[in-house]
């Protein structure tokens, strides 16, 4: 079971740029790219920070494969 | 590709290790084939080489990114990683330098050089350790 998610097409639908996403959340921006490509898993706080930020549940925007 | 400020102060370090093999490298080079009493002042000279290296390079990097980086979750690990590497390789490079003293027959007379390096060989492998069970009972 690998863990993937949907942050690149919620970021966009909600039109933010990674580098966006990443201040608000309180990352780089190379962090969401290595999140967006599976590189990277995030830590509770930070995939829930995600979360709130793009007004999402969470378990919608990560999900086991 | 846009590179971050902690990405070029990482490429500062390595333009250094270059810089630094291409300058005096060959000097010490040619100094283990005829050894000469220049070491003394060639040592001031890199070290005045290095703070003046890394005043320039930080200060230019201060310059062009104004704001501070703020800390990211994937530093820890990324750090970690790489010293782990780091680590393993002043191992190997360390073994490697006392199997050359060993294979100098002036040094296989004077053991104080190799019991130096394995001192602290041991030192280093036993704080390591030590370290990273505390971090497992603790962390």
């Known amino acids: ?41 995030p830590t509770l706080e930070l995939a829930m920070k995600i979360a709130q930020k793009l007004n999402i549940k969470i378990e919608k925007l990560f999900y086991f494969e | 590709m846009s590179l971050s400020k902690k990405e070029l102060s990482i490429i500062v370090e390595i333009l250094f290790s270059i810089l630094f093999a291409f300058i005096y ?29 890394f005043s320039i390079a930080y200060s230019l990097l201060e310059i062009v990114f104004k704001k501070t980086e703020a800390k990211d979750e994937r530093d820890d690990m990324i750090n970690s990683k790489s010293y782990k590497l780091g680590y393993l390789l ?8 006392i199997g050359t003293l060993l294979n100098n027959l002036s040094f296989q007379n004077n053991g104080s050089i190799i019991f130096l390096t394995l001192m602290l060989i041991i030192f280093i492998s036993f704080v390591k350790s030590s370290y990273q069970l505390y971090l497992h009972r603790t962390f």
């Open chain 2, 25 to 53: 490298m060959p000097f010490f080079y040619e100094n283990s084939i005829n050894p000469h009493s220049d070491l003394v002042r060639k040592t001031i000279e890199i070290v005045i080489f290095v703070i003046i290296y």
């Open chain 2, 90 to 97: 002043y191992e190997i490079g360390l073994f490697v330098f």
């Open chain 1, 1 to 41: 079971m690998t863990l993937k998610n949907i942050l690149k097409e919620i970021r966009q639908k909600k039109g933010y740029t990674q580098e966006e996403l990443g201040t608000n959340v309180g990352v780089s921006r190379q962090t969401i790219i290595s999140i967006e490509r599976y590189r990277y898993k």
